[in-house]
C-alpha cells in the first residue's frame, strides 16, 4: 500500500483528503490486509460451509385470492373524502 493508491481509491471515492488523514488511511489499509491475509491459514478444511447464518426456513403460506372492496366503508368514516379518495389538506403549495 503507498499514498499513489490511496489517493486513487480517495479520487475514486471523490474524496478529498489531506496528507495526515492520508498516511492514516494507508495505515489502516495495510492493518485490514494483513487481518486478511492471517484468514487463509486458518484450517477450514473440516467446516461446512454455512449459506446462512438462520437455521430457519421462510414461512409459507398458500396464495388465496380474497379481494373484498370495502374501499366504500372506509372513506364513510373518513372525515373528509369523495367517491374515490380521502381528502386531506394540502400541505405543499
Known sequence: MD???VRTICYLARLEIDEDKAQKI???LETIIEL???LSSID???IEPLY????KTALKH???????NQKQKFLQNAPNANDDYFLVPRVVE
Open 3 to 5: 499514498k499513489e493508491i
Open 26 to 28: 494507508e495505515k489502516d
Open 36 to 38: 486478511i491475509g492471517g
Open 44 to 46: 477450514t478444511t473440516n
Open 52 to 55: 446462512s447464518p438462520l437455521e
Open 62 to 68: 398458500e396464495d388465496i385470492l380474497d379481494s373484498d
